[in-house]
């Protein structure tokens, strides 16, 4: 009556089965533009331990690949101040699931303190991860003190050892390459931020 209308279009969906209503509730429940993506991966939790679902079935139902469900649901296993920094905007659902990629879970909160700090970008995330998961070096807090190596670089054939010390002083990769009594130390950064950062360890050095 108020919009002066005799007849409202409608559609009239037949649902015999509890399955069924629980189907269009799960679309329904992730059409909603507040969902966050734990509660999604919540609402596939429910879907699987409620009604056995498995994951590729609850990706015919929402329209998204088993992978997708897969890699939403992995996101539940984060630490809760982690959560609550995606809810919060202080990180993206990109460094979440970028920081499952890290093997040890044990520096799951040492990156992601080092995202907030350095205002990191998902792609500079997935690349540390990669490099320290292949490294498996820990990533030094920018402002810790400068190592003093006590090797004598040009006696010592082995470079790793030197190699080591730079990255957990840099926090980055390092690589070392002699040829004679020449050579060059190759220090890599993956943004404009690291760059930044990289900076202020050399002035620190000049300082000291």
Known sequence: KVAGLKDIPAYVLNIETDLEMMELALIE???REDLDIFEEAQAYKTMIEKHSFSHEEIGKI???SRTNISNTLRLLKLPKEIMESVRNNEITPGHARALLGIKNS????????RILEREESVRSTEEFISYINKNKVENKNSNS???RSKHNFFNSDNFK???NELIEIMGTKVIISKKN???KVEISFFSDDDFNRLIEIFRRINIE
């Open 62 to 64: 929402v329209g998204k």
């Open 145 to 147: 003190k400068i190592i």
């Open 161 to 163: 050892v030197f190699e």
């Open 29 to 31: 429940n992730l059409q």
């Open 106 to 113: 044990s520096k799951i909160k040492e990156v992601w303190k």
């Open 181 to 183: 009594k020449t050579g």
